[in-house]
């Protein structure tokens, strides 16, 4: 097993910028492949981006290409999520997420989720 823990969220003016960190214990973070989702309210959960358990392949949702970047660090078993250019639209709770096969771009293929950490963006 792999525990997450999320920080990093917080309230940010449209245009600014956060930097999201998920830290993983238990189980070495380069046996996962990893994914942040969001979720606002009354909406469905959303994939954000993801990382290959090496770190070689990302993946990101359509509305944050350009403007987030997905990394990880598996010596430290922390995975980043840098949020720039960010819009009211960003506003979400943002979960980390690690699956023991690949990258998924369905929530429900993920086997261990954080608690989330939410992110506001003021326009």
């Known amino acids: 097993q792999v525990q997450l823990v999320e920080s990093g969220g917080g309230l940010v003016q449209a245009g600014g910028s956060l930097r999201l960190s998920c830290a993983a214990s238990?189980?070495?973070?380069?046996?996962?492949?990893l994914g942040w989702f969001r979720q606002a309210p009354g909406k469905e959960r959303e994939f954000v981006a993801g990382?290959?358990?090496?770190?070689?392949?990302?993946y990101y949702g359509d509305s944050v290409k350009g403007r987030f970047t997905i990394s990880r660090d598996n010596a430290k078993n922390m995975v980043y999520l840098e949020m720039n250019s960010l819009k009211p639209e960003d506003t979400a709770v943002y979960y980390c997420a690690a699956d023991r096969a690949a990258v998924e771009f369905n929530a429900a293929w993920y086997d261990y989720w954080g608690q989330g950490t939410q992110v506001t963006v003021s326009s």
């Open positions: 990382v290959s358990r090496n770190g070689v392949f990302t």
């Open positions: 238990g189980r070495p973070l380069s046996t996962y492949a």
